[in-house]
């Protein structure tokens, strides 16, 4: 048996009222939502492969540098950083894309699948020496007669 990693988050009054209401109990809740978390977050990346470019996905992450991610308005930094970056700062021109068109994509995301493309470019910063094209590669369409990257 593989031995379990300990954390205790600490949960707003709202959020323990709804896992005691929608679980036996807040920790079968908790942990549920922690475990199955990692699995949603990867599915939801392989449905969202090939959909942006990879100058669409640079450009997300350009303007995610330094983004708090915050639980109360996840799926909401996203398309508000992308149009400010757009109108404000020549993201588009920097990144070579229409502008307008990586808006209307994310718009017709579901607002799970932009919280995890926050969780994507979030941890993408994290690392120690990022590089966008390999990070991007995983989930940008791919050009005619290229094999997507694994």
Request: one cysteine or more.
């Amino acid at each position: 048996m593989t031995r379990k990693k300990h954390v205790a988050p600490g949960l707003s009054e709202k959020t323990y009222s709804w896992y005691t209401e929608t679980f036996d109990n807040p920790n079968q809740g908790v942990v549920y939502a922690l475990e199955s978390y990692p699995e949603l977050y990867g599915r939801t990346l392989r449905d969202l492969r090939g959909v942006f470019t990879a100058g669409e996905l640079s450009l997300m992450l350009d303007v995610q540098n330094g983004c708090l991610l915050m639980p109360q308005v996840a799926g909401q930094h996203l398309l508000a950083d992308v149009e400010d970056g757009i109108a404000l700062e020549g993201m588009a021109e920097k990144w070579k894309i229409n502008g307008e068109a990586l808006i209307e994509k994310i718009r017709r995301l579901k607002l799970f699948e932009i919280a995890m493309l926050e969780i994507w470019a979030g941890a993408f910063w994290r690392q120690e020496k990022p590089q966008i094209e390999p990070w991007v590669a995983r989930l940008a369409k791919q050009a005619e007669g290229k094999k997507a990257t694994k």
